[in-house]
């Protein structure tokens, strides 16, 4: 069966994972991650929260699928939350695919990798958002993350400076909860339920 996988193109492997649970992991994921945002939004707490279903949909069904969950997300997120949502779906997308080739390679099985993961979640989200943060929307987030970037701003740091430190005191917070929460989700899935990906991620 390894053998057989091996030989498949890396489309034929993308496809593959698109089963029929997988499709309908899609919108859980996004209904997940919609609530995190407005629960955050009305709250306008210094943290996200949206992609605790993308991550779970890593986990569960690889990091295309992931992908997918993600951009789909911000998409609904622009058109019924916060416009500033759109161009963050790279980002969103990034995380699915991080988290699903990590927890793919293991990265769930033992504490140390699991910290390793969340790690280069918040490493990519870091990465990823900034230039969005700073070139589209002048610094501006729409979150309760603003609070921070401006009271850095205030201290005479520059924009980028500013956007970077509120970064680096948001999400590793997050990331903690959204891999934490989406792990804990996963294991109160029945086994007869999980995709093929799971197990590989589990046992």
Same mark, same amino acid.
């Given at each position: 069966?390894?053998?057989?996988?091996?030989?498949?193109?890396?489309?034929?492997?993308?496809?593959?994972?698109?089963?029929?649970?997988?499709?309908?992991?899609?919108?859980? +994921?996004? /209904?997940?991650? =919609?609530?995190?945002?407005? $629960?955050?939004?009305? !709250? %306008?707490?210094?943290? #996200?929260?949206?992609? &605790?279903?993308?991550?779970?949909?890593?986990?569960?069904?690889?990091?295309?699928?992931? +992908?997918? /969950?993600?951009? =789909?997300?911000?998409?609904? $997120?622009?058109?019924? !939350? %916060?416009?500033?949502? #759109?161009?963050?779906? &790279?980002?969103?997308?990034?995380?699915?695919?991080?988290?699903?080739?990590?927890?793919?390679?293991?990265?769930?099985?033992?504490?140390?990798?699991?910290?390793?993961?969340? !790690?280069?979640?918040?490493?990519?989200?870091?990465?990823?958002?900034?230039?969005?943060?700073?070139?589209?929307?002048?610094?501006?987030?729409?979150?309760?993350?603003?609070?921070?970037?401006?009271?850095?701003?205030?201290?005479?740091?520059?924009?980028?400076?500013?956007?970077?430190?509120?970064?680096?005191?948001?999400?590793?917070?997050?990331?903690?909860?959204?891999?934490?929460?989406?792990?804990?989700?996963?294991?109160?899935?029945?086994?007869?339920?999980?995709?093929?990906?799971?197990?590989?991620?589990?046992?």
């Amino acid at each position: 069966m390894s053998s057989v996988k091996e030989q498949m193109s890396f489309f034929e492997r993308v496809k593959a994972d698109f089963t029929t649970v997988a499709w309908v992991l899609i919108p859980i +994921a996004i /209904a997940i991650n =919609l609530v995190g945002r407005f $629960i955050i939004q009305v !709250l %306008n707490l210094p943290l #996200f929260l949206d992609t &605790i279903g993308t991550v779970l949909v890593a986990f569960l069904a690889g990091p295309w699928v992931a +992908a997918l /969950a993600g951009l =789909l997300t911000n998409l609904v $997120i622009g058109l019924t !939350l %916060n416009a500033t949502s #759109f161009p963050f779906a &790279i980002v969103n997308a990034a995380i699915g695919i991080v988290a699903g080739l990590l927890a793919g390679h293991g990265y769930l099985k033992t504490l140390p990798k699991a910290v390793v993961l969340t !790690l280069a979640l918040t490493v990519t989200t870091i990465v990823t958002a900034t230039p969005i943060v700073v070139l589209v929307f002048g610094g501006v987030q729409g979150t309760g993350a603003d609070f921070i970037t401006g009271f850095i701003t205030a201290t005479g740091r520059g924009l980028v400076e500013s956007v970077m430190g509120s970064q680096l005191a948001v999400q590793p917070l997050d990331k903690v909860i959204t891999v934490f929460v989406a792990y804990a989700l996963v294991k109160g899935v029945p086994d007869r339920y999980r995709p093929a990906f799971a197990g590989r991620v589990l046992e």
